[in-house]
């Protein structure tokens, strides 16, 4: 984007950014949506929780600078902040409830991240920025060569200086990063990990937009509905097969690998307990960073699912409608044809052209068939003395749902995460395929849940025979609550 002047003047005018950059209570909104939402991640706050957050925010302000400086309530300021000519807040209402929450808008997190560069640093590391600058354009260089020759000659460089560095190390001679190498390279860690955050919620909005679009769209058409269809998923497909649609997905196969998740945790561990970090005294939220980008990721996935949602209840009340005047022309054919009914036309008001001949065959009409009556018995009935066995009666089996998510639970009280497999190796199944299927139907109703398509699990049971049972079905993976 060019830096002119009326392109600056009209960001001036219109973006939300500059509108909070410029605005004159821009250090308590800057200061107060900072604390709240971007140091703890949250993406979305009820009314109630942040009017009350805003209102002890509000009070010490006042005992510091005098009862006149903010002079009006914590529900106003937040209704003003939400307003569209300011657009700092997103107030809306989140499925099933009635109370409106609150969130960021991304051009009120650029303006904090902006605010947080002015702030001096007292390091600022610039060779690990260098080495990924490096890494990216060998990348680039290599994902884009076409010659064969030359990218087996990178690979066979490549495995050379991996050669010499082993013999190197086997030598006892083992290069190590000094602590001002490991605090720039987690520097860089910091800034990326909190651009990547602030990314989703910029792709999130887009989503939304889109969803906004299409709703104005389905109420005011007057068309067609195949051509309504033909330009909402068009627009769909257009922002799924963009740059950033892709990226998006290509982020979240890669983040919902379950051998990824536990490397990154596993290198997050050992990262935070060098001496040179620990120093540095880092958030203990970082821990936690990928299930953050996880969570992030699906309120990105909740907005394309009402979307599609919002698609669905479009065809089903266009149909509806579509009856509905179907039927009204056929009663209103009725009518007329009642109006008409003592009054009929002498002459032929209706000519039919006759578009076949009807030829009735008289060996083609079926010989009558006289009909069967029932002989009823009248018999007198005795009473029984058989002996039935009534076992079958009380052999059914009950599967004990409560009990079932309390293994759930009592297992992600130690971990974070759980595969539906690991948990039903830990408590064997006893009703086999009954309480397989409850476990599956508890984990779909799990507030959290992952589904690994590519991976698979062998779950094992034994019957009352003594037979081993085995059912196969995707790493389904429960995640913690909180």
């Given at each position: ?174 290069p190590l990063l000094d602590d001002t190498a ?11 990990a909190r651009e990547l955050l602030t990314d ?283």
């Amino acid at each position: 984007m060019a830096l002119d002047y009326t392109t600056l003047d009209l960001l001036r005018q219109n973006h939300p950014a500059w509108r909070l950059l410029c605005a004159q209570h821009a250090p308590l909104v800057a200061s107060f949506l900072h604390r709240i939402f971007i140091i703890p991640n949250v993406r979305s706050v009820s009314q109630a929780d942040l009017a009350e957050a805003l209102e002890d925010e509000l009070f010490a302000l006042r005992e510091q600078l005098g009862p006149e400086t903010f002079p009006e309530s914590a529900q106003k300021y937040l209704n003003e902040w939400a307003e569209n000519d300011k657009g700092w807040l997103r107030k809306f209402y989140p499925p099933g409830t009635d109370e409106p929450h609150f969130d960021l808008t991304p051009s009120t997190e650029k303006a904090l991240a902006w605010l947080e560069g002015l702030t001096e640093r007292a390091f600022v590391g610039t060779e690990s920025r260098l080495l990924t600058l490096f890494e990216l354009l060998r990348q680039m260089n290599e994902g884009s060569q076409t010659d064969p020759g030359v990218r087996v000659a990178e690979l066979q460089k490549r495995r050379d200086e991996i050669d010499i560095e082993i013999g190197q190390i086997l030598d006892g001679n083992i290069p190590l990063l000094d602590d001002t190498a490991l605090k720039d390279r987690f520097q860089q860690f910091l800034q990326l990990a909190r651009e990547l955050l602030t990314d989703f919620r910029e792709v999130e909005h887009n989503f939304r937009n889109l969803d906004r679009r299409v709703r104005e769209r389905i109420a005011l058409w007057e068309g067609t509905k195949g051509a309504l269809l033909q330009k909402i998923m068009g627009e769909r497909d257009t922002i799924a097969d963009s740059d950033q649609g892709k990226s998006f997905r290509a982020f979240w196969d890669f983040l919902m690998s379950q051998s990824r998740q536990e490397e990154l945790s596993r290198l997050l561990d050992q990262v935070l307990e060098l001496p040179p970090i620990v120093g540095m005294q880092p958030d203990p939220r970082l821990r936690r960073v990928h299930y953050d980008w996880l969570e992030a990721g699906e309120h990105t996935q909740r907005t394309v699912a009402r979307l599609s949602e919002q698609l669905r209840r479009f065809l089903d009340d266009q149909a509806w409608l579509e009856n509905r005047r179907i039927m009204d022309i056929l009663h209103g054919v009725e009518a007329h044809a009642l109006a008409l009914r003592e009054d009929s036309p002498a002459e032929a008001f209706m000519p039919l052209a006759a578009t076949s001949a009807s030829m009735d065959l008289p060996m083609e009409r079926p010989l009558y068939s006289p009909s069967i009556k029932a002989l009823i018995t009248d018999l007198a009935l005795d009473d029984g003395d058989a002996e039935i066995d009534t076992t079958a009666l009380y052999a059914q089996v009950v599967v004990d749902k409560a009990e079932l998510a309390r293994n759930l639970s009592q297992e992600l009280q130690e971990r974070n995460q759980i595969s539906l497999g690991e948990v039903i190796s830990r408590h064997p199944l006893r009703n086999g395929l009954a309480e397989l299927l409850a476990y599956m139907q508890l984990a779909g109703k799990w507030p959290q849940t992952a589904v690994d398509e590519k991976e698979q699990e062998q779950v094992l049971w034994q019957t009352e025979t003594g037979t081993i049972r085995q059912a196969t079905l995707p790493r389904i993976i429960l995640v913690r609550n909180g």
